[in-house]
């Protein structure tokens, strides 16, 4: 009876039939055929994500950057006259540039236009200026400036970014990405 038992028990297990054991050497050695693109789409449905997604804020930017100012300069201790004026000179900076990419990037492609020279406001922390200058030379089209000013903000001390970090290190990715540049995984 145990005789009869164990040749039906199968002794390599259901993922390897006996039947592979009747097959040439060369076809069971050989490779299985793949395809890279079919298994990297096949890996990427499985990843999930670490973070959660949270709604995008209804503002426009240019009142997202405002409100950071705002606070910004009063965790300096600016007085709140000062202040305004230092929010109403970056607000009339950000338009000015916004207008200035606006108008390069509807003009003729043949057609040259002239570049954007308005100095920065004064008063701006070093984090928000860095940031800022970086902004600049990006839509200048400059991105080793840009690189370099947005990489000077990260080197500030922890306490000196607590408004541009983030933006700093997403516009280095993205500048990378661009670029095709490994140092992307910022």
């Known amino acids: 009876m145990a005789l009869a038992l164990a040749s039906a028990a199968v002794a390599c297990g ?17 490779a299985p055929e793949g ?9 990427a449905a499985d990843v999930r994500l ?9 503002r426009p930017m240019i009142q997202v950057e405002l409100a950071d100012l705002r606070r910004a300069l009063a965790a300096e201790g600016v007085a709140a006259t000062r202040a305004r004026v230092i929010v109403e000179n970056y607000e009339r900076f950000r338009r000015e540039l916004d ?5 390069r ?3 003729p492609r043949n057609e040259e236009t002239e570049d954007f ?3 920065l406001p004064e008063g701006l922390s070093a984090e928000i200026a860095g940031y800022l200058r970086g902004a600049v030379a990006w839509r200048r089209g400059d991105n080793r400036e840009a690189e370099t000013q947005w990489l000077a903000v990260l080197e500030l001390p922890a306490e000196a ?3 541009r970090t983030t933006w700093a290190a997403y516009m280095l990715g993205t500048l990378h990405l661009r670029e095709a540049d490994h140092r992307a995984n910022y």
């Open 117 to 119: 020279t308005t100095a």
């Open 50 to 58: 670490r973070f959660n997604k949270v709604a995008a804020d209804e």
């Open 35 to 43: 395809s890279f693109e079919q298994e990297i789409t096949r890996i």
């Open 99 to 103: 207008a200035w990419t606006e108008k």
């Open 161 to 163: 970014r607590r408004y």
């Open 105 to 107: 990037d509807r003009r």
């Open 14 to 30: 259901p993922e390897f039939p006996n039947s592979y054991y009747a097959m040439p050497e060369r076809e069971l050695l050989r």
